[in-house]
């Protein structure tokens, strides 16, 4: 509300105070009084009314609205309590899911070794198969084989793990 004061009033108030300065306060005031302008009293008094109405009619507004978000709030609260216990599912679901890659990954890993390691066996006997006073033609290409066959699987396992690894 903004407080502004009518001129009519200042006026009033002014020569209420000259008035009771020179005549005294109670006389002061009476002699004042009787030179105001009833009218404009009276609007004033109209428009005093009518802001402390539409005042009344802002607060009862509010009001509505205050109490329309309090029947809200349970509603609300609600929504997010499920929401939250969706969001909890899915968390926990994610975790799984990484805790399954990562054993996957895991097991990956330790398969690449194995198949590593065998490659290098198998690399060591053609070596000392080749290598030998009389090959053993026989034991060459089995190994030859074996090692043909621990390369694939090398490279499929590495392929998987590259795979779940990205």
């Known amino acids: 509300m903004a407080?502004?004061?009518?001129?009519?009033?200042l006026t009033f108030m002014g020569s209420s105070a000259r008035l009771a300065v020179k005549h005294g306060l109670k006389k002061g005031l009476t002699?004042?009084?009787?030179k105001a302008n009833p009218a404009l009293l009276?609007?004033?008094?109209?428009?005093?009314v009518a802001e402390a109405v539409d005042s009344y009619l802002k607060l009862s507004r509010a009001k509505e609205h205050r109490d329309g978000l309090r029947r809200f709030i349970p509603h609300e609260e609600e929504r997010l309590r499920l929401e939250r216990e969706q969001l909890s599912e899915q968390l926990d679901l994610a975790k799984e899911e990484i805790a399954m890659k990562?054993?996957?990954q895991r097991r990956l890993g330790e398969l690449v070794l194995v198949c590593a390691s065998t490659c290098k066996l198998a690399w060591v006997e053609l070596h000392a198969i080749r290598s030998s006073d009389l090959p053993d033609l026989e034991a060459f290409d089995r190994q030859l084989e074996m090692?043909?066959?621990?390369?694939?699987?090398?490279?499929?396992a590495i392929g998987n793990y590259n795979e779940s690894s990205a």
């Open 147 to 156: 090692l043909d066959s621990a390369w694939s699987d090398l490279r499929h």
């Open 42 to 48: 009276v609007l004033e008094a109209v428009v005093s």
């Open 3 to 9: 407080a502004r004061i009518p001129r009519h009033a």
């Open 31 to 34: 002699r004042a009084a009787s």
């Open 102 to 104: 990562k054993d996957v």
